[in-house]
């Protein structure tokens, strides 16, 4: 069954660093997609990315944030200068439509101290 | 503004069938209904949709009523590894994001 990959597992750094969170979608998958899990509270939607472009994004996701797919594969989310509360699971997803159900990654789960 | 309304929890033994309730009664006739999961620290995964007609798949069924304003996701055999959080989401298919909610826990009892 196809997967969608998330590195690292796990990530810890200091405040004020810059961190990218790295994914690689389902290949065939177009739509690609940011969440995060805040420990103990809701998944949280931050952006959606279609045909090289965001399509939407949260009120979570301020110009500390940004998305990119490099290369046709990765699709990358980097955070400029990480604060103490954007420690959470940081979930990609990915979907061949904008019907389908999405595929999600096991996380990559980040630390900010 | 939620859109649909689960309980909190809810328990079920092992083999037998859980039924997870769902009432979305503002649903609009072009929003689907879809079913996620989320196991322990794990990502959601996706289980099933529908927009009026009943639906089944590997993982489970989902009965729409014909109002469509309540579902029912059902899992015909629940194991131990049906443990988990149990989202009921409505949107439409153009719609770039899925939204959710607190869903309802779902506990296996051996």
């Known amino acids: 069954e196809p997967e969608v990959t998330q590195t690292p597992s796990h990530q810890v750094t200091q405040m004020g660093q810059e961190v990218i969170l790295r994914c690689v979608p389902i290949?065939?998958?177009?739509?690609f997609y940011w969440y995060r899990q805040i420990l103990g509270q809701k998944v949280e939607f931050l952006v959606s990315?279609?045909?090289?472009?965001?399509?939407?994004k949260s009120e979570i996701f301020d110009d500390q944030f940004s998305v990119e797919r490099p290369d046709g594969s990765n699709f990358t989310l980097k955070i400029r200068s990480t604060k103490l509360e954007d420690s959470a699971m940081y979930f990609c997803?990915?979907?061949?439509?904008?019907?389908?159900?999405?595929?999600f990654g096991s996380g990559t789960r980040l630390t900010v101290v | 503004d939620a859109k649909t309304t689960q309980p909190t929890s809810m328990d079920c033994a092992e083999g037998r069938a859980a039924n997870l309730p769902c009432n979305h009664s503002?649903?609009?006739?072009?929003?689907?209904v879809y079913w996620y999961r989320q196991i322990h620290s794990q990502g959601p995964q996706y289980i099933i949709h529908?927009?009026?007609n009943n639906e089944t798949n590997e993982m489970a069924s989902l009965i729409i009523t014909e109002d469509r304003k309540s579902s029912t996701l059902i899992l015909p055999h629940a194991t131990l590894r049906d443990t988990a959080v149990y989202y009921c989401?409505?949107?439409?298919?153009?719609?770039?994001?899925?939204?959710f909610g607190k869903g309802t826990r779902l506990h296996i009892l051996p």
């Open positions: 997803a990915s979907s061949p439509t904008a019907g389908h159900g999405y595929t």
């Open positions: 290949s065939n998958h177009l739509y």
């Open positions: 990315f279609y045909n090289n472009e965001i399509s939407e």
């Open positions: 503002t649903i609009s006739g072009n929003e689907y």
């Open positions: 529908g927009l009026k």
């Open positions: 989401i409505v949107r439409v298919l153009r719609d770039d994001k899925i939204i």
